[in-house]
């Protein structure tokens, strides 16, 4: 006997079922999540249909987050007809690094298009992508749009903006411990933890690895316990690398995807 052929939506809810499962086991294994933000996963997981673990989604201070690759997944699935960005130029300052784009989205060939702005300047991008403010406008006024379009809630991860640093008393000389738990905005700076989420995300390296390589460079055991001051060392160290020599940063951190006896 030939088994029977499942009804298409059984199928489809069979999908987002292995699919909320894979996305709960990704999130457990890259952050530790509560019960609430779970729950908000499984609804994430039903409305858009999109994976932890392909970075279509992603945790930050405690908010779940769409990413640029996510959005456009979405935007395929709908059968998207076209982006068109345009810089406005009135509106920016290329000598001060601002810029502003407006972005128009059409999902259908008779659309008149959906529009969304992005703008980016020093002060309201992370120190990592410091030089590449005009891309990162385009990519938000995208974003916007994209959220308009397809009637996406979330905030995108490539939309968030850092003040710059406020007045502080200086640090003391004590040496503390760099906790990847912390996850929280500090002097209305990115935590150490999302800069270098940040780095691995726009530069596409691999998390495990980095962590792998950041423990060696600070001389410890794991990453944990790494001084800040050391941490803060190892992501310009791995900023610079990743600028100016990317593919052989590559082989460095797959160095250590070897077994351990092999490395010792």
């Known amino acids: 006997m030939t088994a029977r052929k499942k009804h298409p939506r059984m199928a489809r809810n069979d999908q987002l079922r292995l699919l909320a499962l894979q996305n709960i086991r990704s999130a457990r294994r890259n952050w530790s999540v509560s019960a609430t933000q779970i729950a908000a996963l499984k609804t994430l997981t039903k409305e858009t249909r999109l994976s932890v673990t392909a970075g279509d989604l992603n945790l930050i201070d405690g908010k779940w987050y769409v990413t640029h690759s996510g959005l456009l997944r979405i935007a395929q699935r709908g059968r998207c007809m076209g982006i068109n960005t345009v810089l ?103 935590r150490l933890r999302d800069q270098l989420c940040l780095l691995i995300r726009h530069y596409n390296l691999d998390p495990n690895l980095v962590k792998a390589y950041a423990a060696h460079f600070c001389g410890t055991e794991t990453l944990k316990e790494a001084s800040r001051d050391l941490v803060e060392s190892f992501i310009s160290h791995l900023a610079d690398s990743a600028k100016e020599d990317r593919d052989g940063l590559i082989c460095k951190l797959n160095s250590y995807a070897q077994p351990a006896e092999v490395q010792q």
């Open 88 to 190: 406005q130029e009135k509106l920016s300052n290329p000598a001060g690094d601002r810029w502003v784009f407006r972005a128009t989205v059409y999902k259908r060939s008779s659309s008149r298009g959906f529009v969304g702005y992005g703008d980016a300047d020093p002060s309201n991008t992370s120190p990592l992508v410091r030089g590449a403010e005009m891309r990162v406008a385009e990519t938000r006024a995208v974003n916007r749009a994209l959220r308009k379009a397809y009637g996406i809630g979330l905030c995108s991860v490539e939309e968030l903006g850092w003040a710059p640093k406020t007045s502080e008393p200086a640090p003391t000389n004590h040496a503390k411990p760099f906790n990847t738990s912390r996850n929280g905005h500090e002097n209305g700076q990115p």
